[in-house]
């Protein structure tokens, strides 16, 4: 019997021992498992990051090079209005060569066509009430017969690329 408790004690020691590995095996392992969880959501959201800073870039490039083209879309719109308007006094001067007045009304026409592509629009005026924002008034006069800041007359067409104002409508207003 004494052999049989000396063999169960060392069986016992022998499980204890095994235990003890056993446990801090497994706290071991859960160490590291949660280390490695840590890593891989550190790792997660540095990649979620780097992901909204790339779409920021490309959301701010392609504003900018929106904000380029119309910049540029803009100056060269400014520097064709002085042949606008030179078309238009010569649409509205009376010729007896009728062919001649056919090609400049083309023409005219080819050249609001080409802004309008470029998404230039005129700014409307006679008929509209003063806007400071989109007209500039260099005559005022009295007349009952028109509404109260009403635009009777368009000296220079004005025009708009969008919602920027690339020259005012000169114009002359009523009361």
């Given at each position: 019997?004494?052999?049989?408790?000396?063999?169960?004690?060392?069986?016992?020691?022998?499980?204890?021992?095994?235990?003890?590995?056993?446990?801090?095996?497994v706290?071991?392992?859960?160490?590291?498992s949660?280390?490695?969880?840590?890593?891989l959501?550190?790792?997660?959201?540095?990649?979620?990051?780097?992901?909204?800073?790339?779409?920021?870039?490309?959301?701010?490039?392609?504003?900018?090079?929106?904000?380029?083209?119309?910049?540029?879309?803009?100056?060269?719109?400014?520097?064709?209005?002085?042949?606008?308007?030179?078309?238009?006094?010569?649409?509205?001067?009376?010729?007896?060569?009728?062919?001649?007045?056919?090609?400049?009304?083309?023409?005219?026409?080819?050249?609001?066509?080409?802004?309008?592509?470029?998404?230039?629009?005129?700014?409307?005026?006679?008929g509209?009430?003063?806007?400071?924002?989109?007209?500039?008034?260099?005559?005022?006069?009295?007349?009952?017969?028109?509404?109260?800041?009403?635009?009777?007359?368009?000296?220079?067409?004005?025009?708009?690329?969008?919602d920027?104002?690339?020259?005012?409508?000169?114009?002359?207003?009523?009361?």
């Amino acid at each position: 019997m004494k052999k049989k408790k000396q063999i169960e004690e060392t069986v016992e020691a022998a499980v204890e021992e095994a235990a003890e590995t056993v446990t801090e095996e497994v706290l071991e392992e859960k160490k590291e498992s949660a280390e490695a969880e840590q890593a891989l959501a550190a790792e997660k959201e540095r990649y979620l990051r780097l992901a909204a800073e790339y779409e920021n870039y490309r959301k701010r490039s392609q504003k900018e090079r929106e904000d380029l083209q119309n910049f540029i879309r803009a100056d060269v719109a400014v520097k064709f209005l002085p042949v606008y308007d030179n078309l238009e006094r010569a649409v509205l001067t009376e010729t007896e060569d009728e062919a001649f007045f056919k090609g400049v009304e083309m023409t005219m026409a080819q050249l609001s066509e080409i802004f309008e592509s470029l998404g230039i629009s005129k700014i409307p005026a006679v008929g509209e009430t003063f806007n400071p924002e989109l007209h500039n008034a260099v005559f005022h006069i009295e007349d009952e017969a028109y509404g109260e800041s009403e635009i009777v007359e368009q000296f220079l067409t004005g025009f708009m690329l969008g919602d920027k104002v690339l020259r005012h409508s000169v114009v002359k207003v009523a009361n």
